[in-house]
């Protein structure tokens, strides 16, 4: 049983969390992959308009409710009284499922999970199944795991499908193939749908048509359904998919046995808990009022879609991070993707650089926490922490807040590991050096007017030799201006203050 701090200690079945593995780090620092990212001009092209369009759609039917800012309060009060009984609520929902026919299991960190699904798929001698979008499976890497056992995942959610053909990996949470244009997605369907007309055009709508004449066949052949959930009610043991297409309800009532993994922060309380997120989550989205299909089932009923339903339980990480009194707010995230819509990091670079299955502003913070800051110490710095990812979280998450800590804890970890002081560390002792005095600040003040030599002809200076090239690798430098302030305030109030 995983308990929160607030019952007793990080654990999880009684031993110390594990900090999560899966697809939640890359094999680059976030700045190198940036930097091949923002030298692709498609990519950012394709972005950007994605963004944007999203983002439209969204603050147009936001502005719609005069309870939205009430709505977000409530949904952020309700994910922390969440939070504060984890445990409680959990048992709740494992009672309640096993009551109603179905099986639970609890896996720990990604490795575990990967392995309860297979064996359970291993067990109905199948050997395919279709899935349902799912961040969670994506994190884990269950397709990878599936089919290294001889288990064929098809991916069924259109986006999921483009980047499952494309050998590919998601960039966006709700778009997971946001990177692609439409010429790029028909290239693809060509070259990996066997049966596919080779007069197909990149119109939106034959190629929606395309993949459902792909996937028809296997829907109705598989017996096996893998899903994600996005909510799980505790009071009844009720599971939720909210999605827009209509293949999650395929998936999740065609097959004779249903597969749940579900990361132990989606639980919520009761059914009235679903008034708010089931508000907040489509507007905040897709820019929709309500969601086309919201999916729901509890346990096994005879006669009655399938009839063996297993939820697996996912910790991978999310323990460890209840342990931090700020970063545990990360965890009331409802996988909107409003923040990476918003955010001119992500707008960018896109959603690969961040090296983790969740991108953007959540990803920043999320994923440092699921693996531990040693394995993802740069992605906290992804981000300029302007704030526009908290003005529209729909839960009112402070990611700034989130960065800032995770930002504190890095320096600190790297302190506790060296007995010689960073070149940050020097850095830093000399601008405090430097700022304490008034005197010395006016004399720095002075000194940098050495740096107008450089930056004349575009007012920006790109790049300074060590130790301040660690500052000019990711952005440029104000050229110093001629007069300080300092300078024009005795000027202009003759010395008053
Ligand atoms: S952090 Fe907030 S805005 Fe970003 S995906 Fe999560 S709920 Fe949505």
Not at 451 to 464: E, M, N, S
Request: a positive charge.
């Amino acid at each position: 049983m995983a308990t929160s701090p607030a019952s007793g200690g990080a654990t999880f079945l009684g031993v110390p969390a594990p900090r999560g593995v899966g697809h939640l780090r890359g094999d680059m620092t976030f700045p190198q992959a940036a930097r091949g990212a923002l030298a692709n001009t498609q990519l950012r092209r394709n972005l950007g308009h994605a963004t944007d369009v999203i983002r439209t759609k969204r603050a147009t039917v936001v502005a719609e409710l005069d309870d939205w800012e009430q709505l977000r309060l409530a949904g952020e009060a309700l994910k922390r009284a969440t939070m504060a009984r984890l445990d409680e609520h959990l048992d709740r929902l494992e009672r309640e499922v096993t009551a109603r026919g179905g099986t639970v299991h609890w896996a720990r960190d990604a490795n575990e999970a990967n392995a309860i699904v297979t064996k359970l798929v291993q067990e109905t001698g199948e050997t395919e199944v279709v899935k349902v979008k799912s961040m969670v499976t994506q994190e884990i890497g269950l397709n990878e795991a599936l089919e290294a056992a001889g288990i064929t995942p098809y991916e069924t959610d259109l986006a999921e499908l483009i980047v499952q053909l494309g050998h590919d990996m998601p960039s966006h949470i709700l778009v997971p193939a946001i990177h692609r244009n439409r010429a790029e997605i028909r290239e693809i369907f060509l070259r990996e749908m066997p049966d596919v007309d080779p007069a197909l055009t990149a119109e939106p709508r034959r190629l929606a048509m395309a993949a459902r004449a792909h996937l028809r066949k296997t829907f109705l052949r598989a017996k096996v359904g893998i899903s994600g959930a996005n909510f799980g009610v505790a009071d009844t043991g009720t599971l939720l998919v909210v999605e827009s297409e209509g293949n999650g309800r395929m998936c999740l009532t065609l097959p004779e046995t249903l597969i749940t993994v579900m990361g132990i922060e989606k639980v919520v309380p009761t059914w009235q808990d679903l008034e708010v997120f089931l508000q907040l989550l489509p507007r905040s989205s897709t820019g929709e009022r309500m969601n086309p299909y919201t999916s729901a089932w509890t346990g096994v009923t005879p006669g009655d879609g399938p009839q063996r339903f297993h939820l697996v339980l996912l910790d991978n990480g999310r323990t460890a991070t209840l342990g931090d009194a700020v970063g545990r707010d990360a965890l009331h995230c409802i996988k909107c993707s409003a923040c990476m819509n918003v955010c001119p990091v992500y707008e960018r670079t896109g959603g690969h650089a961040y090296g983790s299955v969740y991108p953007g502003p959540i990803g920043a913070v999320l994923s440092p926490q699921l693996t531990g800051i040693k394995d993802n110490p740069t992605l906290p710095y992804a981000s300029s922490l302007c704030g526009a990812c908290f003005d529209v979280c729909p839960v009112r998450i402070d990611i700034p807040a989130i960065l800032v800590r995770l930002r504190a804890q890095k320096v600190e970890e790297a302190r506790a590991h060296s007995r010689v002081p960073s070149a940050e560390a020097v850095a830093m002792a000399a601008a405090s050096w430097v700022m304490s005095s008034p005197a010395r600040f006016a004399a720095a003040e002075k000194a940098a007017r050495v740096g107008r030599l450089l930056g004349r002809r575009t007012g920006r200076i790109g790049a300074l030799p060590p130790p301040l090239s660690g500052w000019t690798s990711s952005r440029d430098l104000p050229r110093p201006p001629a007069e300080t302030f300092r300078e024009w305030w005795a000027r202009e109030r003759g010395g008053r203050s």
